[in-house]
């Protein structure tokens, strides 16, 4: 097929037969983050190719295998956004967010652009809900960030999914933890492949990231972070779980997760379902006190996590999760000639203006292919306007479900169509209850 027909390898479209599907999860997901505090906020597709080395980490995966970077015609390096977190505490910082009442709340949904090797649950772009809480250094932000995330599955019907926590401490009881895992690593350079070897020098805990299914074996065996953790991170830790606890969190600690951005520091978090295969973690998220800072701002404690929209999509579709239906059109009006349609025309206008989704035909057809369109759109209502129709001006308004017939006045249409949805509705509710 040639390019000009075929999307980009590892891109998907979402179509309108699935898009109602994702309004409804990103609404659920905003709607129940504000219940949190949190308020969404946009930052741009692409940034400085800067704000990511600094951000997610030069010895990451991210950056050195998968970031799409390029050079625009003003001769600056851009980069497509991998993830959000960089860009949103990059705006936080430039827009003084991070200088006014903390702590601040932001999420955020939107795409993201990785050169990865495309196959189920792994897309070269993809779509993530995130959230950033900005200045609160305490475990019970950690618990409430994690509570959130848990809310947010559980709005949109995810079940069965589980949750597992690490902590991976702060700069200085990482210093131990580092020279452990040179130590361990040193006698195994004959088996890690190059880039871990490079990692050894420069970042050994990257080394426990990598997808190779050698290095992956010989990470399994690795000493563990938790026992390098200084008193004070392991105490945040303790106290993190407590607060889980307290809110009814069930929770794993699985000591093996280091996350696959630099910037995470105490506690790191993973929700992992069994239902969709090998790319298992919907959501993951931690700590990041050093983040804001970092990036030139003030020294602000912050923690966030992301979601990836796809993979929750197929956990939903593998448990057969029923979302709401699309709404669907209220009234479709078939006229017959030229008078008809101009009569059409004014009162669709009529009709829209009142918040009713109204068609009509505007594609030259006969009566038998326009009430096969009205089927086919799954319209509510049908009305047809013929010269009699006009004339008398009255008109059939016919319920398409059940096949009853109604007469209405035609310049009555506003008030007829809502008093007969009104009533559909109330027959609906009365069979439910
Ligand atoms: P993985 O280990 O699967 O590569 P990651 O650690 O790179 O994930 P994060 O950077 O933490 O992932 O992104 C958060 C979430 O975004 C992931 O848990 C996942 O749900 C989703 N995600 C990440 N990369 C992709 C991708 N290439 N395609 C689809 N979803 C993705
Ligand atoms: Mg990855």
Same mark, same amino acid.
């Given at each position: 097929?040639?390019?000009?027909?075929?999307?980009?390898?590892?891109?998907n /479209?979402?179509?309108?037969?699935d898009s109602?599907?994702?309004?409804?999860?990103e609404?659920?997901?905003?709607? #129940?983050a504000?219940l949190?505090? !949190?308020k969404?906020?946009?930052?741009?597709? !692409?940034?400085?190719?800067?704000?990511? %080395?600094r951000?997610?980490?030069?010895t990451? /995966?991210?950056v050195?295998?998968?970031?799409?970077?390029?050079?625009?015609?003003?001769?600056?390096?851009?980069?497509?956004?991998?993830?959000?977190?960089?860009g &949103?505490? @990059?705006?936080?910082?430039? $827009?003084?967010l991070?200088?006014?009442?903390l702590?601040?709340?932001?999420?955020?949904v939107?795409?993201?652009?990785?050169?990865?090797?495309?196959?189920?649950?792994?897309?070269?772009?993809?779509?993530?809900?995130g959230?950033?809480c900005?200045?609160?250094?305490?475990?019970?932000?950690?618990?409430e960030v994690?509570?959130?995330?848990?809310?947010?599955?559980?709005?949109?019907?995810i079940? $069965?999914?589980?949750?597992?926590i $690490?902590?991976?401490?702060?700069p200085?009881?990482?210093?131990?933890?580092?020279?452990?895992?040179?130590?361990y690593?040193?006698?195994?350079?004959?088996?890690?492949?190059? #880039?871990?070897?490079?990692?050894l020098?420069?970042n050994?805990?990257?080394i426990?990231?990598c997808?190779?299914?050698?290095?992956?074996?010989?990470a399994?065996e690795?000493? &563990?972070?938790?026992?390098?953790?200084?008193?004070?991170?392991?105490?945040? !830790?303790?106290q993190?779980?407590a607060? %889980?606890? +307290?809110?009814g969190?069930?929770?794993?600690?699985?000591?093996?997760?280091?996350r696959?951005? /630099?910037?995470?520091?105490?506690t790191?978090f993973?929700?992992?379902?069994?239902?969709?295969?090998?790319?298992s973690t919907v959501c993951?998220?931690?700590?990041?006190?050093g983040?804001?800072?970092?990036?030139?701002?003030p020294?602000?404690?912050?923690?966030? !996590?992301?979601?990836?929209?796809e993979?929750?999509?197929?956990v939903l579709?593998?448990?057969? #999760?029923?979302?709401?239906?699309?709404? #669907?059109?209220?009234?479709?009006i +078939?006229?017959?000639?030229?008078?008809?349609?101009?009569k059409?025309?004014?009162?669709?206008?009529?009709? @829209?203006?009142?918040?009713?989704?109204?068609?009509?035909?505007?594609?030259?057809?006969?009566?038998?292919?326009q009430?096969?369109?009205? $089927?086919?759109?799954?319209?509510?209502?049908?009305?047809?306007?013929?010269? /009699?129709e006009?004339?008398n001006?009255k008109?059939k308004?016919?319920d398409?479900?059940?096949?009853?017939?109604?007469?209405?006045?035609?310049?009555?249409?506003?008030?007829e169509?809502?008093?007969?949805?009104?009533?559909?509705?109330?027959k609906?509710?009365a069979?439910i209850?």
């Amino acid at each position: 097929m040639a390019e000009i027909n075929r999307a980009v390898k590892g891109t998907n /479209d979402i179509l309108p037969s699935d898009s109602h599907d994702w309004q409804f999860v990103e609404g659920k997901l905003l709607d #129940t983050a504000r219940l949190y505090g !949190f308020k969404e906020i946009r930052v741009p597709v !692409f940034e400085h190719t800067e704000v990511f %080395l600094r951000s997610v980490g030069d010895t990451t /995966d991210v950056v050195q295998k998968e970031m799409y970077t390029f050079e625009d015609k003003g001769g600056r390096s851009i980069t497509l956004r991998p993830e959000l977190t960089a860009g &949103v505490i @990059r705006s936080s910082i430039e $827009n003084g967010l991070v200088n006014g009442a903390l702590p601040v709340k932001v999420c955020y949904v939107g795409g993201c652009y990785r050169y990865e090797k495309p196959q189920a649950g792994r897309l070269r772009e993809f779509h993530q809900f995130g959230v950033e809480c900005m200045g609160a250094a305490e475990p019970t932000a950690d618990a409430e960030v994690i509570a959130l995330a848990r809310q947010l599955l559980g709005s949109v019907g995810i079940e $069965n999914i589980s949750l597992e926590i $690490n902590s991976i401490g702060c700069p200085e009881c990482r210093k131990a933890y580092h020279a452990a895992l040179k130590e361990y690593f040193s006698s195994k350079t004959d088996e890690l492949c190059t #880039t871990c070897c490079e990692r050894l020098e420069r970042n050994p805990m990257r080394i426990l990231d990598c997808k190779s299914p050698v290095c992956s074996k010989i990470a399994a065996e690795a000493p &563990v972070v938790l026992d390098y953790l200084c008193d004070d991170c392991r105490e945040h !830790f303790e106290q993190v779980k407590a607060h %889980l606890t +307290a809110a009814g969190i069930e929770y794993t600690v699985n000591p093996h997760i280091v996350r696959g951005l /630099d910037y995470y520091t105490r506690t790191v978090f993973e929700f992992v379902s069994g239902d969709i295969g090998a790319q298992s973690t919907v959501c993951g998220g931690g700590r990041y006190d050093g983040l804001v800072s970092q990036m030139g701002g003030p020294k602000v404690p912050s923690l966030g !996590f992301a979601m990836g929209l796809e993979r929750l999509m197929m956990v939903l579709k593998s448990q057969g #999760t029923e979302l709401p239906d699309a709404p #669907t059109c209220d009234l479709y009006i +078939a006229p017959l000639g030229e008078k008809a349609a101009l009569k059409a025309t004014k009162l669709c206008a009529d009709l @829209r203006s009142e918040g009713y989704a109204v068609e009509t035909d505007i594609c030259s057809r006969g009566l038998k292919a326009q009430m096969k369109f009205a $089927n086919k759109i799954s319209a509510k209502y049908s009305l047809v306007l013929g010269d /009699d129709e006009i004339e008398n001006g009255k008109a059939k308004l016919k319920d398409m479900t059940e096949g009853t017939e109604t007469e209405i006045k035609i310049d009555e249409i506003v008030e007829e169509l809502g008093e007969a949805i009104r009533a559909r509705i109330f027959k609906s509710i009365a069979e439910i209850i």
